[in-house]
C-alpha cells in the first residue's frame, strides 16, 4: 500500500508591513488594544499587482526545490484560498500550476477558509493511498487584504497575505507517513464568519458595483468562544484515536489567529511554550496560508527535523475545522 509523506515546506509573504500604529491611523484602535486582545503586532500586505497566484507560486517553488521531485512528476495541484485570483473561474491552482509550468496536473481549489490547508492535506493522502495520484502540491495562499473592509476595526487588525506549500508523495515506508487526518464542518455557524455579497446567496446583484465588493464579516466575540472550543476537541480527539500522548508532539502548528486562541487550546493540552509555533505577531491571521507559513518559518530557523512529529489544527468560517498529525519526512 501507499502512504502519503509530507516531503517539504516553503512559504512566501510581501515585503510590505502594515504596523498595528499604522492601523490606529486608519481606524480607533490601538497597538495595545490589539497586542493585548490578539498578539499581533504586524501583518504583510500584497503590492496592489500582486495576486494570489503569484505568492502562490513563490512559495511552491521553494517547495518543490527543497522536495527533490521535479516538476514534471507533479500530477495534481491543489490550493486552499478563499481570496483566489478570480471568484468562480478559473482556479487558482491552475494558474499556479501554469505559471509553474507544471503540465497536465489535476488541478483545483477548495474552500475551507483558515481550515484549508488543513483539508487539501487530507484530500493529498486519500487521493495517494489510494493509488490515483503520486505527487501531489499543495498550497495555502491568500490575499486577505482584497477582501478586508479597511473601515472595520473588528476585523481589519486581524488579516494579513501571504502563502505556503507543500509536498505530499507516496512512500512504501510507514514510518514515513502522514497518521491521521480529521476534517468537519458545521453550516450552522456561518454566519459567524463570511463574505455575505458577490455570490448568489447574495441580496446584492453580483455585478452591481459597491455591492460585488465581497468583504469578510465577523461576529468576533462568538467566534473566539466557537474556536477555543472546537479547537480543543479537535486535538484532543486526533491524539486519543492515535493513543499519542501531547508530550510527544515536536511541534503543535495552531492556525495562527489569535495568541490567546493558541494559548488556551495549548493549555488544555498541557504543552510546554517550546511545543507552540507562534507567527501570529509578525503575519496576523492568513488564513489558508497560516499553517504552512509557521511550519515554514520552524523549518528555515532549523527547527524542523527529519521524524519530527507535527500536530497541525486549524479552526475558520463555514464553520470548518480539522486537525493532523504528521512526521516531516523530507526526501533530501
Ligand atoms: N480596537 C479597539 N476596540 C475594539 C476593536 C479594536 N480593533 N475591535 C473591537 N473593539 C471594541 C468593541 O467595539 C467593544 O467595545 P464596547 O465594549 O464598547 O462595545 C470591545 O472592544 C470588546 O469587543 P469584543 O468584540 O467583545 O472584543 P474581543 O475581546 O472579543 O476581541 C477579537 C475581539 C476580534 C480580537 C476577538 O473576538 C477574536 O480574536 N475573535 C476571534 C476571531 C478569529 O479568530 N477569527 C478568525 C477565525 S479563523
Known amino acids: 500500500m501507499a502512504y502519503a509523506a509530507f516531503r517539504s515546506i516553503g512559504a512566501y509573504a510581501p515585503s510590505k508591513i502594515l504596523t498595528n500604529e499604522e492601523l490606529s491611523a486608519m481606524v480607533d484602535t490601538s497597538d495595545d488594544w490589539i497586542t493585548k486582545r490578539t498578539g499581533i503586532k504586524e501583518r504583510r500586505i500584497a503590492a496592489k499587482d500582486e495576486t494570489t497566484s503569484d505568492m502562490g507560486v513563490k512559495a511552491a517553488l521553494k517547495a518543490l526545490e527543497r522536495s527533490g521531485i521535479e516538476k514534471s512528476e507533479i500530477d495534481m495541484v491543489i490550493c486552499a484560498t478563499i481570496s483566489p485570483d478570480y471568484f468562480c473561474m478559473p482556479s487558482t491552482a491552475a494558474i499556479i500550476a501554469t505559471k509553474l509550468g507544471i503540465k497536465n496536473a489535476t488541478a483545483f ?97 453580483a455585478l452591481e458595483g459597491e455591492a460585488a465588493g465581497c468583504f469578510m464579516q465577523m461576529k468576533g466575540n462568538e467566534t473566539f468562544k466557537v474556536a477555543v472550543r472546537t479547537l480543543t476537541k479537535d486535538v484532543v480527539d486526533i491524539l486519543a484515536t492515535n493513543n499519542i500522548a501531547s508530550s510527544e508532539i515536536k511541534h503543535f502548528v495552531p492556525h495562527q489567529a489569535n495568541y490567546r486562541i493558541i494559548k488556551a487550546v495549548g493549555d488544555a493540552l498541557e504543552l510546554k511554550e517550546e511545543q507552540v509555533v507562534l507567527t501570529v505577531h509578525k503575519y496576523g491571521n492568513t488564513s489558508g496560508a497560516s499553517i504552512p507559513m509557521a511550519i515554514n518559518e520552524i523549518y528555515e530557523n532549523g527547527k524542523l527535523l527529519k521524524g519530527e512529529l507535527m500536530l497541525l489544527d486549524a479552526f475558520g468560517g463555514g464553520l470548518t475545522w480539522g486537525s493532523a498529525l504528521v512526521p516531516f519526512s523530507p526526501l533530501k
Request: proline letters at 1%.
Open 109 to 205: 481549489d477548495i474552500s475551507a477558509a483558515c481550515t484549508g490547508f488543513v483539508y487539501i492535506l487530507s484530500i493529498a493522502k486519500a487521493f495517494i493511498e489510494s493509488g490515483m495520484k503520486r505527487n501531489i502540491l499543495i498550497i495555502g495562499a491568500e490575499k486577505l487584504s482584497a477582501i478586508t473592509d479597511y473601515t472595520d476595526r473588528g476585523t481589519c487588525i486581524l488579516f494579513g497575505d501571504g502563502a505556503g506549500a507543500a509536498v505530499i508523495s507516496a512512500t512504501e515506508d510507514k514510518d514515513e507517513a502522514i497518521i491521521d487526518v480529521h476534517t468537519g464542518a458545521d453550516g450552522e455557524y456561518a454566519d459567524l464568519l463570511m463574505t455575505p455579497n458577490g455570490g448568489s446567496g447574495s441580496a446584492h446583484d
